[in-house]
């Protein structure tokens, strides 16, 4: 066997076992019901910011304390709970992804991303994270 | 049917328009002509065709020139009229910022790529010599596709590329403002340029990032030609030069998009994993495999077929890059607020994507059976063998990025419904980490062996007093800092290796010929950056919390740690210390210099015995409270030669909506009296018959008076307060005036007119919990390191390019 074609054979399988290997990190959108299946899994779901029930944000009281309602795709509200400060604007968000996992009776997420509706042209996005 | 309309200005609409349409035709001319030049059989035939080429390709630049300098002085003059001035610029922008409106827009940042496409083919043309017409063929066809994203006409009902010149009331057809034919009075301002892009890095790092991407086509267009004449006999020299510019100035244009995350955005650090660095960083890591792999053929003839393909792959990825970051394909993925441009620049893209590929593969497999390979293998023990394996390394490392960045690609050809990692950090560290140990091993060690043939032993011996001395440097860092986890140990050990082995080599090997060490000092300099990117990451810490020692990315943690990570923020309130790590911290005031509102933090630092104050120091983060995008936060940075302590702002308080109940309080003075407030004192020193202070706008008929109060606090005499009262057509007015810092606010009530001068003066200072604000602190440990290795790297490279230059003539 020719030393190129066995450099040609351990790239292949190298690189074949890296992607394999990161399909775990993969995760797909879903909703609270298959995070609440699962605890303590980390999932993103999208939703919508429910807008008749109180959101919590006093930062004098806490400053990493943010607890707001989210509708997913199904229909299902839960209470989410952000360790860190109120990205501005939520109240105008249109859509909401988060991450995190659900733990307790709410789910705990660790980033936000909004998805406002933007006097510009086109959409603009924000992260919130930590 | 059309009214006239007013106050348009429309001929530098129409001169660009024109020149647009000529730079594109000329495009088409000069591939032609080049194309026929590098066919004819004749040399009389190929040096007409030749000329007809070059003349054309000059008109095609000049004319990308005029286009430029058409759109600038409709953006500098404020032409509303216009859609793209309208949509990036504002009259309030400064003009250090009109360049960055360029960029900002989709037909702009196309306009600069041509622009440096076109200079950079303008050299070649001159000195390619026998190569000039088959590689400005190709860059001539480049332009020639890349030229029609910004012509906007109509072909078959079908809109090709969209105009910079189009008016505001074509692409806002139907808005009622444009019944009017005095429209353009009631458009008094443009939307302005997205905050973030106010930044000096703004202004130098997009054009330095687009001159690397327009430098990865001057390669591939010398690939095309190799392979079309197949001839690669002269062919290495002016292909490596270039493949080094472009290696240096998109490495820099990479980092400079670092500098600029690192210093303007709030998400804390200058590489996120983000999709649009990503996109950036791939073109760039083939780049420099496919520059390693011809130097390998420069010595042993080897891997040529490789290098061709490397080059090819290069360009494809800048077209590709281009794709994700400027159609919206990536959506919810990328936090940078790049634009969806439509379904039309999505196809112009992917036609594009498809020509390259096919013509690139048809001259491949066509013609590089001509490319004759040694027959014998390689040896083992040389420098070409490991350099190759290298260069397949930064392959892995580009298939791995790519192939996760691809995902919202993956989901739209495959209908799937994959979303990208939850954490980015983590997903990409966990290959890419071990991508940089290899790397940085084969970096330190494969200089010492030579093409062809090497004797093993002496290498052994060779790299002895590396070693030890890797093992001392390794030990005292890992001690020093705490470095206690198997990838981040790796990565220590091999950085320094990295580092002390490119010295050792410079020191043992060739210390006369101050032009051969490029190649060194560039990995000298890209150990040094992945010692800084260990050093700042592993022990970045969030000090408002008081945490130390928090890794961040370089392991998995369970979501209850995450969770304590996150609560990070600290809250001050104004004027009342708060203990932060080593440092109180005391949030002193806010002012604006708008567009900003800066937050003024005081840093003090005491020894903890003796309670003498060691360092004092004010930090100004700035947050822009955008009515468009909301809160943009960008931090400031205190910088020590061993860290860097950043701070920014995540939660400001809207002072408009807290009611303010408090009653003012109302004393009488006379000159030389005082006032005492919370924090100090005032002291009234008389009428000023002469009111200087800035927010008061005189009127004809006017009677103003002011009064002046000095304020005095424990550090003495600090600043100075001037109500002004004025009478304006019989109507009493007082103005306020504020000591931003005290959040303290003062006017005069009443002049008394009597002997002795005095006044009635109104004071108020509301609590300070009515004033808040919340932040966060990050120590980065040794970012200057990073820094310098950057600069190095940058510098290595250039002076390997100098070498290659020398040595074509």
Redesign the interface.
Known sequence: MKKSSVIALVLIAVCLSVILSLVGDFSQDTTFATAMDKPNKSFQIVGTLDTLQPMEYDAIKDPNHFAFFVKDKEGMTKRVVFKGTKPMDFERSESVTLTGSYVGDAFQCTKILTKCPSKYKNDKEFVASK | MNPTFQGEHLLPGQIGHFLVLLSFISSLVATIAYIFSAQAKLLTNQEDWRKLGRVSFFVHFASILGVFVSLFYIIFTHRFEYHYAW?HSSTVLPFKYLLSCFWEGQEGSFLLWLIWHGLLGCIVAVNAKKWEAPVMAAVSGVQLILGATIIGLYFFGEKIGSSPFALLRHQMQGAPIFQQPNYLEFIKDG?GLNPLLQNYWMVIHPPILFMGFAATLIPFAYTIAGLWKKDFTDWVKPTLSWGLFGVAVLGLGICMGGAWAYESLS??GYWAWDPVENASLVPWLTLVAGVHTLNIYKHSKFSLKTTLLFFILTFFLIIYSTYLTRT?ILG?T??H?F??EGASLSIHLIGFLIIIAIISFWLFFKNSKAIASPQK??A?WTREFWM??GS?VL??SA??IT??TS?PVWNKMFGL???????PM??YN??QIWIAVVLAVLIGITQFFKYKNTEIKKVVKDQIATLIITTIISLIIGFHQHINQIQAIFIMVTAVYAVVANIGYLIKIKVKEVTKWGASIAHFGFGLMLLGILLSSFNKHVISKNKLNIDLGLQGK???E??????????LFRNTPAEMSDYTLTYLGDSVVAPNHFYKIQYTKFDKQTNKQLEKFILYPLAQ?N?????ISSPDNKKYWDRDVFTYV??T?DKSSVPDTMQYTKQTVKPNDTLYFKNGYLIYRGINKNVSNPNYIPEQGDIALSTQLDEYNLDGKTNTVEPVYFIRGNMQNRLEDTLHDYNLYVRIAKINMDKENTVDIEFKQPAA?ND?V?M?AIVFPHINILGIGTVIMTLGSILALFRRLKQTK
């Open positions: 949509s939307n998400f804390g919206g919810d990328s936090v607020a634009t969806g293998e390689e083992t190759y394996i397949l392959l892995i298939i791995q192939f996760t995902i419904k994959l979303a990208p990692p939850a954490d983590y997903h966990r290959i369970t979501d209850q995450t969770h304590q990570e996150n609560q990070q923020n600290i809250l409270i009515p468009k995008m909301g809160l995540t939660k308080l919990e808040y919340v966060k």
